[in-house]
C-alpha cells in the first residue's frame, strides 16, 4: 500500500497555526466581548457564531469568490500585498481560523463573564492597570475555559472539510489534509489507506478530547 | 478633611431613587453609612473609589480633587489612595496569601510592607495558602491586609462582616478598630447591624431612600428614634387565636416565639404573615448576664 503522511502533516501544521492565530485574535476578542456594552456587540456575537449553523459550503463558497483574484477583495491582496489566498496554504488558514472562531471566543468568554466583577475591581483599588489586571488576574483564573477553548479549535480545524475543499482545490503537498485524502481515497476505491488515515485521525481526536477533560478536572480542583 | 458631594439617579430593585449626598468627613474619624439594603450604602463605597461615575458632584480629599463634574475631573480607582474591602473579599483564587499581598505593591522591591502586614493581621501560617482553602474570617483578614498594603488615606469596607459567624465577627471589628488607630486611617464603612455601629463609629450616617437623614454619633442617631424606656421590636404574625374577651396573638421575634393578648381593636387589619411592631414601656427592665 502506497500510504503517503504528507496529508497528516499539513493537517497538523494547519490545526496548530490556526489554534495559535485564534488564541491571538480570539482571547482580546471575548475579553471585549465579555464586557462590552455597545449596541451592536450583538451583531458581533451573531456574526462570530455564525460558523457554528451554516453548512462549510456556504462559508467556503463566500471566501472562493472573496479570496479570488477576479473579485475586489482578492484583487486588492494580489496586488498591493502579493498574497494569494484562493487554493494556498495560507489560504487554508485564513478559511481555518474564520471557521473555528466560536469554538475559541465562545467558551473564553463564557469563561471571563463567570468571573466576579470585583475581581477586575479590586485589581483596580491596587493600582494595577487593566493590561495587568488582565494578565495577572483574569487570565489565570479563566485557564479550564482557555484549555476547552484551545482544544475544540484545534479539534475543530482537524475535522474540517467542506471549507478547505471549496477553498483549497485539494492540491497534494500544498492544500490537501487528510480529510480530504480519505475522500480522494474513498473515490478510488483505496479503502485500506482511507482507513489508515479515519484511524490516526479518530484515535487522535479522542486522545485530544479525553487529556482535555482528565486535565480539566485536575484544574478545576486546583482554582 | 475629606469632602463629599454627589448625586446620582439609581434603579434600585423599589423604584428609581435619587441618591444625594453632602457630606465632610474629618481626617482619622470612623464613619458608619446605615440603613436598609437598597438605599444606596455601597453606591456611595464605590463612588468614593471611582468604580461608580457620580451624575454630578465633587469628591476632594485633603485639597486633591478626586472627581468634579464641572471640571472634568475623574481620577481612576488606581490614582485614588483608598483601600476597598469588598462584601465577598475579592481575593484573586490563583494566587496565595501572600501573592495577594504582594500583588497590591507598586514596586516588587517593598517587600517588607507584605511581612509587616502578614505579621500584623497574624496570617503568617496562612501565607502560602489559595484563598479557596481558608474559612470566611481569613479570608476577611486577607483582604483587609491586602487593602492596607498601599498605605491608603481611605478605608471602605463594604459590609466586612455579614457573612460571619458572632465570635469572629467580635475579634474583626477588634481588629479593625486597632487598624484605624495604629495607621491612622479615615475609615468608612457600611453595615446594617446597631451593634456594630455603636462598637466602631464615631459617626454614623443613616442613609433612607438615597439621602442622608441623619448625622451623628451612634447614641444620639438610634436614641432619638426610640424613646427611652420603650422596648420596640418587629416581628412576623405566626398565629391568632381567640381567648374569652381577647385573643392570643404569636409573633416571632428575630428567632424567638412570643405570644401576647391582644384585644379586638388591636386585632384588627392584622393577618397571619403580617409585619408588626411588638412595643411596651417598660420603667424598670431587668438586665440579667448571660453566662
Not at chain 1, 185 to 195: D, F, T
Request: net charge neutral; aromatic share 8%.
Amino acid at each position: 500500500m502506497n500510504f503517503d503522511w504528507q496529508p497528516l502533516w499539513l493537517t497538523f501544521k494547519l490545526a496548530t497555526i490556526t489554534t495559535l492565530i485564534l488564541l491571538v485574535l480570539g482571547v482580546p476578542l471575548a475579553y471585549w466581548l465579555s464586557f462590552s456594552r455597545v449596541r451592536f456587540k450583538s451583531v458581533l456575537e451573531a456574526l462570530v457564531a455564525m460558523p457554528l449553523v451554516l453548512p462549510p459550503s456556504v462559508l467556503g463558497f463566500y471566501l472562493l469568490l472573496a479570496f479570488s483574484p477576479q473579485h475586489a477583495f482578492g484583487h486588492f491582496l494580489e496586488t498591493v500585498f502579493d498574497v494569494r489566498l484562493l487554493f494556498t496554504f495560507q489560504g487554508l488558514v485564513t478559511g481555518s481560523v474564520i471557521f473555528s472562531l466560536p469554538f475559541m471566543v465562545q467558551p473564553v468568554q463564557s469563561g471571563f463573564e463567570a468571573l466576579p466583577a470585583s475581581l477586575a475591581e479590586a485589581a483596580a483599588t491596587l493600582g494595577k492597570t487593566r493590561w495587568q489586571t488582565f494578565l495577572r488576574v483574569l487570565l489565570p483564573n479563566i485557564r479550564p475555559a482557555l484549555l476547552t477553548g484551545t482544544v475544540l479549535a484545534f479539534a475543530h480545524t482537524i475535522g474540517e472539510f467542506g471549507v478547505v475543499l471549496m477553498i483549497g482545490g485539494n492540491i497534494p503537498g500544498a492544500t490537501q489534509v487528510a480529510s480530504l485524502a480519505i475522500y480522494n481515497e474513498v473515490e478510488s476505491l483505496h479503502y485500506g489507506a482511507a482507513h489508515l488515515y479515519a484511524l490516526i485521525l479518530f484515535a487522535l481526536s479522542f486522545t485530544i478530547l479525553l487529556s482535555v477533560y482528565t486535565l480539566n478536572k485536575r484544574l478545576l480542583r486546583t482554582l | 478633611m475629606i469632602e463629599f458631594s454627589v448625586s446620582k439617579r439609581l434603579h434600585g430593585a423599589d423604584g428609581e431613587i435619587n441618591l444625594n449626598v453632602d457630606v465632610a468627613l474629618a481626617e482619622g474619624e470612623f464613619v458608619t453609612l446605615f440603613g436598609q439594603s437598597g438605599a444606596g450604602k455601597t453606591t456611595l463605597l464605590r463612588m468614593l473609589a471611582g468604580l461608580t461615575v457620580p451624575d454630578c458632584g465633587r469628591i476632594a480629599i485633603g485639597g486633591e480633587v478626586w472627581f468634579d463634574s464641572e471640571q472634568h475631573i475623574d481620577l481612576p480607582p488606581q490614582r485614588r489612595e483608598i483601600g476597598l474591602v469588598f462584601q465577598d473579599y475579592a481575593l484573586f483564587p490563583n494566587m496565595t496569601v501572600r501573592q495577594n499581598l504582594a500583588f497590591a505593591l507598586a514596586d516588587k522591591k517593598q517587600g517588607g510592607r507584605v511581612d509587616e502586614l502578614i505579621d500584623i493581621m497574624q496570617l503568617g501560617a496562612l501565607q502560602q495558602r489559595l484563598p479557596a482553602t481558608l474559612s470566611g474570617g481569613q479570608k476577611q483578614r486577607v483582604a483587609l491586609a491586602r487593602a492596607l498594603v498601599r498605605r491608603p488615606k481611605l478605608l471602605l469596607l463594604d459590609e466586612p462582616f455579614s457573612a460571619l459567624d458572632a465570635e469572629t465577627r467580635i475579634r474583626l471589628q477588634d481588629e479593625i478598630l486597632r487598624l484605624h488607630r495604629n495607621f491612622g486611617l479615615t475609615t468608612l464603612i457600611v453595615s446594617h447591624d446597631q451593634g456594630e455601629v455603636y462598637k466602631l463609629s464615631d459617626r454614623v450616617l443613616l442613609i433612607e431612600r438615597g439621602r442622608i437623614s441623619r448625622n451623628g454619633r451612634p447614641a444620639a442617631v438610634f436614641n432619638d428614634r426610640q424613646v427611652s424606656g420603650k422596648f420596640q421590636f418587629i416581628g412576623e404574625v405566626l398565629a391568632i387565636e381567640p381567648e374569652e374577651v381577647v385573643y392570643a396573638v404569636t409573633v416571632l421575634v428575630g428567632n424567638q416565639v412570643v405570644t401576647v393578648i391582644a384585644t379586638t381593636e388591636e386585632i384588627a387589619g392584622i393577618a397571619i404573615g403580617d409585619r408588626v411592631t411588638l412595643m411596651a414601656k417598660a420603667f424598670n427592665p431587668m438586665l440579667l448576664k448571660i453566662k
